[in-house]
């Protein structure tokens, strides 16, 4: 912000300095004058003190001569302290509307400092968001995998023990076509069994990583840094939804690929 107040101050200061400067000089010379009318009449009319008549023609003479230029005097006097008024009031005006100025330049100053203040205040809220995500997610992800790799049917069999988890079901590996029948009945089964209860446990894992992954799309200012996350949920949600199709995992895969397509349009 500028401080241009400071030269209408200096300024006045120096006018008023002027002014003082002027008054003395004007008292000096009406002193002068007065001193030379004494030293012209006492020298022209013998330097004594005289008697009454002499005074009151003194009187008279200096009355006379005096009186004009006090008078003239007094009117340059009234002038030039009209003028001074003048130039003080426009000083005042000048000095008022710098102050003003000033004024309108702060509150810019302060908006623009709030404004500051405030996006800096957001974005530190959005990190802490996109954070807390992301630790989310993590721990979600931890949830899931614990999941996969939960044994959900195991076998004897004359090479040792056979385990199928839920991982390698997703995945159809050769172990699991193998089996297959026996995990036919497991899924049909109105027994429970750990087959089912991981079923259901994961669906709402996938389910919930999915929605997680897309809230910090949305919070992101690049969807591009989304895209490792939005990933890793549509492939999962992929895998489950072609084990169990279902309606709520469906929608959630266009919604997940809308924000991916977002993303690669990004690069």
Not at 123 to 131: I, P, S, V, W, Y
Not at 164 to 173: A, E
Not at 190 to 219: C, F, R, T
């Amino acid at each position: 912000m500028t401080t241009p107040s400071a030269s209408p101050q200096a300024e006045q200061q120096t006018q008023t300095h002027e002014s003082e400067t002027s008054f003395w000089w004007l008292i000096i010379l009406l002193a002068v004058i007065a001193a030379f009318l004494l030293t012209l009449y006492f020298m022209n009319f013998n330097g004594g003190w005289g008697n009454q008549g002499d005074f009151g023609a003194f009187g008279d003479f200096l009355g006379g001569v005096l009186n004009p230029i006090l008078g003239f005097a007094t009117v340059g006097l009234l002038i030039w302290s009209l003028k001074m008024q003048m130039k003080e009031l426009s000083l005042s005006n000048q000095q008022l509307a710098l102050t003003r100025q000033e004024l309108k330049e702060t509150k810019e100053e302060t908006a623009l400092s709030r404004q500051a203040m405030e996006a800096q205040v957001a974005h530190l809220k959005q990190d802490a968001k996109l954070t807390e995500l992301q630790g989310v997610l993590k721990a979600q992800l931890d949830i899931i995998n614990d999941l996969l790799a939960t044994q959900v049917y195991s076998r004897l069999t004359d090479r040792g023990p056979i385990g199928i988890t839920f991982d390698k079901i997703l995945n159809n590996h050769n172990e699991v076509r193998s089996y297959q029948g026996a995990i036919i009945e497991l899924l049909n089964s109105e027994v429970p069994n750990p087959l089912i209860n991981s079923i259901k446990a994961l669906e709402i894992q996938v389910i919930q990583l999915g929605h997680i992954s897309l809230e910090y799309s949305k919070e992101t200012n690049s969807k591009l840094y989304a895209l490792p996350y939005l990933v890793n949920a549509i492939s999962l949600l992929s895998k489950f939804y072609k084990f169990q199709p279902n309606e709520s995992i469906e929608t959630l895969l266009k919604e997940i690929d809308t924000q991916i397509k977002k993303g690669v349009d990004e690069f």
